[in-house]
């Protein structure tokens, strides 16, 4: 599994899943395909993590099998048996390579085409799970500026750049949602939490910006009420879902909606887009018998699968590899449907 061949001939998907990603990466003349775009960085959690906590120290860190185990290269530190979401985006965009990880220290030569910062746990407050994308990110434009010569050359080239982040999951799953927040949650209630992640993200974004990012797609939080982990600690009360969870992460949606048209007001320079990861899910999932269930065997402290054990054979049936992140084909039956606001943001 993981190749586009073997995927379409295990999914029975509507063709029109398919439409968007033929027009974004169109073979060229010689039968190749040519990039959308020259440059792609992304930000984001464990969704989007291809290796940045390998070294960490940190329980968060899935360079082990059964990871990777339909990924060409093994166990690489990304949350799935495959590719992630941020891969396909590359590949469809006809990226020939997959973006590097910043850990991986990426040459001259990658850093012009992108890098990966996404770390898993990584949330949009300090509290939720440490990061420091933006600050690695200003090492690597700064890395730019001096390969091309200028500023000018550097942010030139950057505005042409692909940004995709996806935030936010883990200031609930890690923070606000934990039985032992307490604290944080009579401070504020749900709409003032979104409003705080949204103000803090917005800043966050603006210093994107300012570092030459002009096309941004922004991932909404998607249904974590609807993964193995919440179904099995809250329970669902016969619903399919967490219904409570879901209904608390909406304002963030919302609010992120709204940062969104502002951002475009603001900047008339540059395009953000809303990816929106709740359709993309709720789409996907209707392909998969297994929709509460991981297809590996999971550690009930992390989530995550045990080492070296043996996962479940029919990994085109499940939705969930572990307690938390979607199987290969899941990302690959969600990302057609983000595909249309990326294509208006290039």
């Not at 099995?232 to 048209?261: D, E, H, M, R």
Request: net charge positive.
């Amino acid at each position: 599994m993981g190749s586009r061949r073997s995927f379409l001939q295990s999914c029975s998907c509507p063709l029109s899943l398919f439409v968007v990603v033929v027009a974004l990466a169109a073979p060229s003349a010689d039968g190749s395909r040519a990039a959308r775009v020259p440059c792609y960085f992304i930000f984001g959690d464990s969704l989007y993590d291809s290796g940045n906590n390998n070294n960490l120290n940190t329980s968060v860190k899935v360079n082990y099998s059964p990871y990777g185990i339909d990924f060409p290269a093994g166990p690489t530190g990304r949350f799935s048996n495959g590719r992630t979401a941020a891969d396909i985006i590359g590949e469809t965009l006809g990226f020939k390579d997959f973006i590097p990880p910043f850990a991986s220290n990426p040459d001259d030569r990658q850093i012009l085409v992108g890098v990966n910062y996404a770390s898993g746990s990584a949330g949009i407050l300090v509290q939720s799970g440490k990061q420091g994308q933006l600050r690695n990110h200003k090492v690597t434009v700064s890395r730019i500026v001096k390969k091309l010569g200028s500023k000018k050359a550097a942010f030139e080239h950057l505005g042409q750049c692909l940004y995709i982040c996806n935030m936010g999951n883990n200031d609930y799953i890690n923070n606000y949602i934990l039985p032992q927040s307490t604290a944080i949650r009579s401070q504020y209630n749900p709409a003032q939490f979104a409003a705080l992640l949204v103000a803090r993200y917005s800043a966050q974004i603006k210093r994107m910006y300012e570092l030459g990012a002009r096309k941004v797609a922004l991932a909404g939080i998607s249904n974590i009420g609807c993964t193995p982990s919440l179904i099995a600690t809250v329970g669902t009360n016969g619903a399919p879902c967490v219904t409570s969870v879901n209904q608390l992460v909406a304002p963030f949606n919302i609010g992120l909606k709204s940062l969104i048209s502002q951002l475009k007001s603001a900047h008339p320079d540059a395009k953000f887009g809303y990816l929106d990861t709740i359709r993309a899910g709720i789409l996907a999932s209707q392909e998969f018998k297994v929709r509460t269930t991981p297809c590996c065997q999971v550690s009930t402290v992390t989530g995550l699968c045990l080492p070296n054990t043996v996962p479940c054979s029919q990994r085109q049936s499940y939705l969930f590899w572990d307690a938390f992140h979607p199987t290969e084909l899941a990302n690959r039956l969600g990302a057609p449907i983000l595909l249309p606001v990326i294509q208006r943001i290039l």
